[in-house]
T-cell receptor, first 111, second 112 residues
Framework: GNSVTQMEGPVTLSEEAFLTINCTYTATGYPSLFWYVQYPGEGLQLLLKATKADDKGSNKGFEATYRKETTSFHLEKGSVQVSDSAVYFC??????????FGTGTRLQVTL | DTAVSQTPKYLVTQMGNDKSIKCEQNLGHDTMYWYKQDSKKFLKIMFSYNNKELIINETVPNRFSPKSPDKAHLNLHINSLELGDSAVYFC???????????FGPGTRLLVL
């Protein structure tokens, strides 16, 4: 079945540092891949997505590239801000658009 | 003009009680979902309805019963609540032909 593996958190960075959150997946076929973000006390929001191999999703300075050869969809940002502190979820789409989520990675950005 | 709303936001109750959580979306979407997020933030799908019909039913105890009175609403009724039901429950919706799901703010359930 489908599965998503994310790096363990928490990830603690200073403001303006470079961010990478690793995500790898196992799936049949070529599912769409997503990053969702959950700010404290809120629901999940779509951050970015990619629907086919080599697609790059981007939003708010975050980027992730769909790598079929390494079955990965790592999230990157060149310069994080305190306001980026949140939990980040990698997910893949499946039958009936059922989303399979990774375990989430908490990011804490400090001044 | 909230897109996906849930009530209540917080729910504290005793073991053995029966409770309901409501979800409404004003996005005109056809498909709605319930997810459970445990204390470690792990998210797992529970149910999905498309045009009021159940299309996804994961391995969930039958104490949980979803009900969709119309396309815009998906409620979750839980009988005989147990300690392990304590979690955050998220509702989500998706438009026809789209893959992106839109999530509600969550209902934080605590069973004592």
């Amino acid at each position: 079945g489908n599965s998503v593996t994310q790096m363990e958190g928490p990830v603690t960075l200073s403001e303006e540092a470079f961010l990478t959150i690793n995500c790898t997946y196992t799936a049949t076929g070529y599912p769409s891949l997503f990053w969702y973000v959950q700010y404290p006390g809120e629901g999940l929001q779509l951050l970015l997505k990619a629907t086919k191999a080599d697609d790059k999703g981007s939003n708010k300075g975050f980027e992730a590239t769909y790598r079929k050869e390494t079955t990965s969809f790592h999230l990157e940002k060149g310069s994080v801000q305190v306001s980026d502190s949140a939990v980040y979820f990698c997910a893949l789409g499946g039958t009936a658009s059922k989303l399979t989520f990774g375990t989430g990675t908490r990011l804490q950005v400090t001044l | 003009d909230t897109a996906v709303s849930q009530t209540p936001k917080y729910l504290v109750t005793q073991m053995g009680n029966d409770k309901s959580i409501k979800c409404e979306q004003n996005l005109g979407h056809d498909t709605m979902y319930w997810y459970k997020q445990d204390s470690k933030k792990f998210l797992k799908i529970m149910f999905s309805y498309n045009n009021k019909e159940l299309i996804i039913n994961e391995t969930v105890p039958n104490r949980f019963s979803p009900k969709s009175p119309d396309k815009a609403h998906l409620n979750l009724h839980i009988n005989s609540l147990e300690l392990g039901d304590s979690a955050v429950y998220f509702c989500a919706s998706r438009g026809a032909g789209q893959e992106t799901q839109y999530f509600g703010p969550g209902t934080r359930l605590l069973v004592l």
